[in-house]
């Protein structure tokens, strides 16, 4: 069952060749007007070249460099215990040949998102915000939705679609700049060819048409694989309660990420700029859709369930895939978990936060000390010295790392 | 010559027919094997888990013990359903024993309420978390290889996969109920 919300992606399959043919038919348009009829050609295999390597880099690092331009630390399970343990939980319960990586952001704000391209080879990379605000239930809401992404092979999805939209910006953004400052002198001497003038003119238009048409298929993409991916949290967890009220805490949220932009956007939970209202150009749903979708599941959490909630909440269509409607087994939703929190503790809290902050000095190179009068001593690399006092009870220590 | 042309056709339809048979066991063959595999790999899931539930015990047990010295009884029947579970032979029998032992782990946490201290103990509480996720792994586990006896015993018994799971003898397997008196659908420990 997982199998088949996965291959019936037809939808998203027409999307990804509409903005292929998009991105070379601006292509081939850029190659006439700047050359004329036999750069047409040129100009396809430009954009289809250009389009191939940014895949391929992204495809040997991509991952990488987004955990890295996010500022993701990779942690291990002392860190943060319960994390590890949700995250083992949800590839239990989906199956996942091999344990995510698990990734903290030092971000304030609350959000989450999922990398790999296939379900052996994956990480979840969660903000410190985000532990901060959640309880149990709610984080393994929102990591099941993540883990959602990675069964569905979406971050394939999106990358492959993410870099066909930045390629379409690149090429447009070159034509335009090309004909801004050297239009004149090159094309007023063939002025003859009137032809070309009109192909100039339909690729300017499409060069700003172009990225927006791009933008509008990737975001429509975008958000209908959130629908799915809570569709599959809730099947994994079997309780829609846990995400709906994460999402509202996350929404709730006025802290903005500071570490994303419009491609990597749609990786995360919620969108990560706030304020903003859904429209053709959002990223994801509004998630006062989504925990209405959620909430009015009543009966049960199979994917029949969700769509039911789905076109009685919204009034459309519904969101899953025919085929994966077909498994009709009921699932009983579970009700709300009291057992697992020992109430809110903030010096727990604050506890982990410490912990992780240490986890990341020692990354960086810091040394430790521990003093006999309770005070711990952190001590950044390069030390001008190598004896160093404890502010509170004086004891003059010696540094022995290097 | 005439003649000879109609028995070629025949041939390769009859041929054809028989390739296109081979085809479709073969798919339907492959089919029903990818499905136990997963059927037994989910149920390797859920042993990992039962045993790291075995292990837990007696360390929760050892922490709790010098807190709680009035609660031999509770102490025994977690000892003695833990023993039942690891000499379980089948999979009915795990399954009633767990239960018991599910049960038997309810009604300590209820108890530990009673006892602050106990709460307030660090090691307690990491003991405690671990065994929240080790339940939950039990209860996702669990999920996952029913999922899987479901959709395995489907196919052995509708038509036509139910032909080719009887000439080649898959046989249905059992699901996974985990025979708790307090709570049938979800194992739960109430802390």
């Not at chain 1, 694989?225 to 599959?232: K, P, T, V, W």
């Not at chain 1, 895939?321 to 009921?330: G, N, T």
């Not at chain 2, 709460?119 to 996720?133: G, I």
């Amino acid at each position: 069952m997982w199998e088949q919300i996965r291959i019936n992606k037809r939808n998203s399959m027409i999307l990804l060749t509409a903005m292929a043919g998009l991105l070379l038919g601006l292509g081939g348009l850029l190659g006439y007007a700047f050359v004329g009829p036999q750069g047409v050609g040129v100009g396809i295999l430009i954009a289809g070249g250009v389009w191939l390597l940014l895949t391929l880099i992204s495809f040997s690092s991509g991952d990488q460099i987004l955990l890295a331009s996010s500022g993701a630390v990779e942690v291990t399970p002392e860190v943060h215990p319960m994390l590890f343990n949700i995250v083992e939980e949800m590839k239990i319960a989906a199956q996942l040949p091999a344990m995510p990586k698990v990734y903290i952001i030092p971000d304030p704000s609350p959000n989450a998102f999922a990398t790999g391209r296939n379900p052996s080879k994956s990480a979840v990379a969660v903000t410190e915000g985000l532990l901060a605000k959640l309880n149990r239930d709610e984080l393994q809401g929102v990591i099941a939705h993540e883990v959602s992404h990675i069964v569905h092979r979406d971050i394939l999805f999106v990358t492959l679609a993410g870099i066909m939209l930045g390629t379409i910006v690149l090429l447009a953004d070159v034509f335009l700049r090309g004909t801004m400052y050297g239009s004149h002198r090159r094309y007023s001497g063939r002025d003859n060819n009137n032809a070309q003038g009109l192909m100039i003119i339909i690729a300017l238009v499409a060069a700003i048409l172009a990225p927006l048409m791009a933008q509008i298929l990737y975001f429509a993409l975008s958000r209908k694989r959130e629908f799915l991916a809570d569709a599959g949290a809730v099947r994994l967890t079997r309780y829609p309660e846990g995400l709906a009220s994460a999402l509202e805490k996350i929404s709730g949220s006025k802290i903005p990420m500071e570490t994303a932009n419009k491609v990597t956007a749609p990786m995360y939970i919620s969108s990560p700029f706030r304020g903003r209202q859904a429209s053709l150009f959002s990223t994801h749903p509004a998630p006062e859709d989504r925990i209405r979708v959620l909430r009015a599941m009543m009966h049960g959490a199979n994917y029949q369930d969700y769509d039911q909630a789905y076109r009685s909440v919204t009034g459309k269509s519904g969101i899953i895939p025919a085929s994966a409607l077909k498994d009709s087994e009921a699932i009983p939703t579970r009700q709300a978990d009291t057992r697992s929190e020992p109430k809110p503790q903030p010096a727990a809290k604050a506890q982990q936060r410490i912990l992780f902050g240490d986890f990341i000095r020692k990354q960086q190179g810091f040394a430790f000390i521990d003093c006999p009068c309770g005070v711990k001593l952190k001590l950044p690399p390069n030390l001008p010295t190598n004896r160093v006092q404890c502010p509170r009870c004086k004891t003059v220590h010696t540094v022995t790392q290097s | 010559m005439a003649g000879l042309g109609a028995m070629m056709m025949m041939f390769l339809l009859l041929g054809g027919l028989v390739l296109a048979a081979a085809v479709v066991v073969i798919g339907i063959y492959n089919g029903l094997v990818g499905g136990r595999n997963q059927v037994d790999n989910a149920w390797s899931q859920i042993d990992v888990q039962l045993k790291r539930r075995h292990d837990l015990i007696p360390n929760l047990v050892e922490t709790a013990k010098g807190y709680m010295q009035h609660e031999r009884q509770t102490f025994e029947s977690i000892t003695q359903a833990r023993s039942q579970a690891m000499g379980a032979k089948n999979v009915a029998e795990a399954s009633k024993a767990e239960g018991a032992l599910t049960d038997a782990l309810s009604k300590f946490m209820l108890v530990v309420e009673n006892y602050p201290d106990l709460k307030a103990n660090q090691n307690f509480l990491s003991l405690q978390e671990t065994l929240t996720s080790t339940e939950n792994k039990i209860a996702f586990a669990r999920q996952a290889y029913n999922d899987a006896v479901l959709t395995y015993n489907n196919k052995t018994q509708m038509f036509p996969s139910n032909i080719v799971a009887g000439m080649f003898n898959f046989t249905k397997r059992d699901f996974f109920e985990i025979e708790s008196t307090a709570e049938r659908e979800v194992p739960k420990v109430k802390f």
